[in-house]
C-alpha cells in the first residue's frame, strides 16, 4: 500500500488496480471511502480500461478478429508499477503484457498520477500510444464513497447536488447494455436525494452533463464531498443493493448499446489515440 499524507488528509492506493483505498481527514476523523466490505461489494475504486461497462456477448472485432473482454477491462485486476513521487504524490503504470495482448492488441502505457492537496485529492489518467497503429480505448473512474458520512445518520440523510441546470436523461441498461430507452431522472433545484432503490435497477448511465461537479452531502451535518471532473462525457451513478455507498463516476467510455455491431471502431464513446500521442483526463475530491 502506498501512502499520502499531509496534515490534513491520508490517502491509501493498492498497487493492484492502482486502486484508491482510503481518503481520511484527520481533523474530523471521516473515512471519505467505501470499506469494500464484500458483503456488497469488494472493491474502493477501480479503474476500467480498456472499456467501460459491458461489451456485447463480451466481444469485440477489430481487424476481422474477434476478442474477448469481460465488464470494465483487465486494468483493474493488474498490479501496476508503483513511485512514490514524494510524501503527497504518487504514480503507478501499467503496460501491456502477454496476457492483455490476447485480449486487446495494442501496446500503451496507462498512468494514474495520485496528488494530495490541502482540501481534496486529484486523480489524473494518462494514456501513451506506444503502437504503431490507432489505439482504440475508453476509460472510467468507479470511486465508492461511504453514505452515511456519520453515525447519526442514514443513506436517505444524503443527496447529491448538481452544479449547473440538469434534465437529467437516465439511460436504462439491458442486461448491462446501454437501452434504446431513457427516462427523465427527477431533480429538485439540482438535488438527487439518495435512497437505495435508484440502484434497483443498475446504474444511473448519463450523457453529456452540464455539471462539471457534483456534491455528495446531507441534511443532518455539514460533511461531505464536492467531485470535480471535466471532459468526461458519459457518467455513471451506482450502488450495490442497499449497500452503504454511493458511486460517482467519470467516464470517457460506455458500455455497448443493444443495437452495437460490436466494432471497436464504432464503440459510442471510444477515445481514439495516433502513434506516440498522449491523453489525458482529472478527477478530484474535495472533502469537507
Not at 257 to 265: A, G, I, R, Y
Request: hydrophobic fraction near 35%; include cysteine; proline fraction near 5%.
Amino acid at each position: 500500500m502506498i501512502i499520502l499524507e499531509n496534515e490534513q488528509l491520508r490517502a491509501g492506493i493498492d498497487p493492484k488496480g492502482a486502486e484508491l483505498q482510503s481518503l481520511f481527514n484527520k481533523s474530523n476523523g471521516i473515512e471519505y471511502m467505501w470499506s469494500g466490505d464484500p458483503a456488497y461489494w469488494g472493491k474502493h475504486s477501480p479503474v476500467l480500461f480498456p472499456v467501460v461497462g459491458s461489451l456485447k456477448n463480451d466481444t469485440y472485432y477489430y481487424n476481422d478478429k474477434a476478442y474477448k473482454l469481460s465488464r470494465h477491462g483487465f486494468a483493474r485486476d493488474k498490479t501496476f508499477e508503483a513511485e512514490q513521487l514524494s510524501r503527497t504524490a504518487a504514480a503507478f503504470t501499467l503496460k501491456q503484457d502477454k496476457e492483455t495482448l490476447t485480449h486487446y492488441p495494442f501496446a500503451f502505457v496507462l498512468k494514474l498520477l495520485y496528488s494530495l492537496n490541502n482540501t481534496g485529492l486529484s486523480c489524473t489518467y494518462e494514456v501513451y500510444n506506444t503502437c504503431g497503429e490507432t489505439l482504440y480505448f475508453s476509460i472510467g473512474a468507479h470511486p465508492a464513497f461511504a453514505v452515511p458520512l456519520s453515525k447519526d445518520s442514514s443513506y436517505t440523510d444524503h443527496y447529491l447536488k448538481f452544479n449547473a441546470p440538469e434534465t437529467l436523461h437516465r439511460w436504462k441498461l439491458q442486461d448491462g447494455l446501454i437501452g434504446t430507452d431513457s427516462e427523465i431522472l427527477a431533480l429538485e433545484n439540482n438535488v438527487l436525494p439518495l435512497q437505495h432503490a435508484l440502484f434497483y435497477e443498475d446504474a444511473i448511465v448519463l450523457k453529456n452533463m452540464k455539471s462539471n461537479r457534483i456534491t455528495l452531502g446531507s441534511n443532518k451535518h455539514a460533511h461531505g464531498i464536492h467531485f470535480n471532473f471535466n471532459d468526461f462525457p458519459f457518467f455513471g451513478i451506482w450502488a450495490a443493493k442497499d449497500a452503504p455507498f454511493v458511486c460517482l463516476e467519470p467516464w470517457c467510455g460506455i458500455a455497448d448499446s443493444v443495437t452495437h455491431d460490436q466494432l471497436l471502431k464504432n464503440k459510442e464513446g471510444i477515445n481514439t489515440l495516433e502513434p506516440n500521442e498522449h491523453w489525458q483526463r482529472t478527477w478530484s475530491v474535495e472533502c469537507f
